[in-house]
């Protein structure tokens, strides 16, 4: 879908663009080429794309093979890709907030490919979430403002590292990742975008019966990242247990989060609860 071709859509349905749900559509076919070549779309994949606007990436997925569930929040655009899309035997259009609709239908998602330019300000909640699902997607690719994949990529003891960095690399590992021109939508975003891949690692940090004890943990750790981990957790973990926990793991007292490897969080939480 061209630029002009996107204009005379939004002009004919006599559409106002919504800033809040995020609608900055891409109309760069060099770019939607580039996505659907990250996200390594091979005919027969089951794509999961979060907010299709008009429709061009879904368009960009359905030639590419893959059969598409897409779920859309805003209601004025559901008749329009209806109309544009919906004879494709390969398309399943949803009107719902996805947040709620994926709290609501839970799945298993583990054959399922995420391919989304998601809307900004609900980018990082819907790859959290998915990410902890309990069967979640093989593989993330996703659009999002460039300073959230900087986030998502960070290593330790840079500003950027923190908790999303933590969260996605549970059962994760960040792969690679574009920049994209504003430019290249419409309206042009006042921020940075950038395309990334996240791959499921083939085993996740921790078992499933200790990922809430795992997100806990680092949610509380990175609650005052400034401060030093011992200090933070004290209230919650009896002193003794962190002393021997630091022991073990050779920490010094000082020792602040944003040091920390999502690995050595994991290792971390083996010694605060030993398992069984
Ligand atoms: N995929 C299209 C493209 O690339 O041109 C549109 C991307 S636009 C950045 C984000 C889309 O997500 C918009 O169509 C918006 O209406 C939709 N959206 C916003 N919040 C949503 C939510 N919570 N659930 C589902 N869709 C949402």
Avoid at 72 to 82: A, C, F, N, S, W
Avoid at 121 to 129: R, T, W
Avoid at 215 to 226: D, I, N, T
Wanted: one cysteine or more; aromatic letters at 6%; hydrophobic letters at 45%.
């Amino acid at each position: 879908m061209t630029l002009s071709e996107m204009r005379l859509l939004l002009d004919a349905e006599n559409l106002r663009l919504t800033r809040s749900l995020g609608q900055n559509f891409l109309h760069d076919g060099n770019q939607l080429r580039r996505i659907i070549a990250l996200a390594e779309i091979q005919p027969g994949d089951a794509a999961l794309e979060i907010g299709p606007g008009l429709g061009p990436l879904t368009e960009a997925l359905l030639l590419a093979g893959a059969s598409v569930l897409a779920i859309e929040k805003d209601h004025r655009l559901i008749p329009i890709l209806q109309r544009r899309l919906g004879t494709q035997p390969g398309l399943e259009l949803i009107h719902a907030d996805a947040l709620d609709w994926l709290a609501q239908f839970p799945r298993d998602w583990s054959r399922w490919k995420l391919v989304a330019n998601l809307p900004y300000s609900v980018g990082s909640p819907i790859l959290v979430d998915l990410a902890q699902s309990p069967q979640p997607p093989k593989s993330l690719t996703a659009t999002l403002q460039a300073e959230v994949v900087d986030r998502i990529r960070a290593t330790p003891g840079t500003p950027e590292y923190g908790l999303l960095t933590v969260l996605l690399a549970e059962a994760y590992q960040p792969g690679p990742s574009f920049r994209i021109p504003a430019s290249c939508f419409f309206p042009a975003p006042d921020v940075a975008s950038a395309c990334i891949r996240l791959d499921r690692r083939p085993q996740p940090l921790v078992a499933p019966d200790r990922a809430p004890a795992f997100r806990s943990l680092v949610k509380r750790a990175f609650s005052q990242r400034r401060k030093q981990l011992r200090t933070v957790l004290r209230g919650q973990l009896p002193d003794e247990r962190l002393a021997s926990a630091w022991q073990r793991m050779g920490f010094a007292p000082d020792v602040r989060a944003e040091t920390l490897s999502p690995e050595t969080f994991a290792q971390l939480l083996d010694a605060l609860e030993p398992r069984g």
